[in-house]
């Protein structure tokens, strides 16, 4: 039983963990603040139309620092993705407008894949850790569903990335928040969203002549079928472990 002269160093612990937690939990505040007012006022410079009316003077700061425009360009494609920002969609097809399909995609994958691993991070360390420490130590259903995750991790986060209809920043948190390794994601990540990012990438390396004929990308064609077929089929590649496990287990 506490007596009242233990009181202030009970009081100090509490305190002190409640310091620890809200200094965790300030990358994913921050993160949010800054979506709420990249989504409030960058809406217009994160555009086509402003891609559009830019494109003279990107190619010509491209042709003449190629090295500086790469970095850059990653630069401002990470902080779009860490911070969830509108335009990573126009970010892509810069990358294959101002660098080809081939090294538009190399540029556009790495640098999609740094800025999520800082979003899992930071969810990770704010929430995340102790979420997941709580689904594991909890009975019933929460426990359960975790273990279910836990078995085809692989598996789950590849189809994550694979399937188009997944909003990227679902893809990116949830992972944190269930306790996937950072390795773990890191990889399936940069593997998982190539092949979206390719089918992207080579409709931003074709910019060119849209803008010349004053029209805009069709950005739905990765639903279709010639496109969202094989991306369906990998997806389907993924989840057999998950079948076969699933099929072992009836038996």
């Not at 612990?13 to 994913?28: D, G, T, W, Y």
């Not at 002549?209 to 389907?236: C, M, N, Y």
């Amino acid at each position: 039983m506490l007596s009242l002269k233990d009181f202030p160093a009970v009081k100090g612990r509490a305190l002190e963990l409640v310091r620890q937690k809200m200094i965790k939990a300030v990358p994913i505040c921050v993160i949010g603040v800054v979506a709420v007012l990249g989504f409030v006022f960058l809406r217009d410079y994160l555009s086509f139309e402003a891609l559009a009316q830019n494109r003279h003077a990107l190619e010509a700061f491209r042709d003449a620092n190629y090295a500086a425009a790469v970095l850059v360009f990653m630069l401002i494609y990470v902080l779009i993705v860490a911070f969830s920002l509108p335009g990573a969609t126009i970010a892509t097809l810069t990358g294959g407008f101002l660098f080809g399909a081939l090294y538009g995609t190399l540029f556009n994958v790495v640098a999609a894949t740094i800025g999520a691993t800082a979003i899992f991070m930071a969810a990770k360390t704010g929430m995340g850790d102790r979420l997941a420490a709580k689904m594991d130590a909890s009975q019933g259903r929460w426990h359960a569903i975790k273990a279910e995750i836990d078995d085809d991790q692989w598996s789950i986060l590849f189809i994550m990335r694979l399937v188009p209809v997944i909003p990227f920043f679902v893809a990116n948190v949830l992972p944190a928040l269930v306790g996937v390794p950072l390795s773990r994601y890191v990889i399936s990540t940069f593997v998982g969203i190539i092949p979206g990012g390719a089918v992207y990438t080579s409709v931003g390396a074709g910019l060119g002549s849209v803008f010349d004929r004053g029209e805009k990308p069709d950005l739905g064609i990765i639903f279709e079928p010639q496109i969202l077929l094989p991306l369906l089929g990998l997806a389907t590649l993924s989840l057999l472990p998950v079948i076969i496990r699933k099929f072992r287990k009836g038996i």
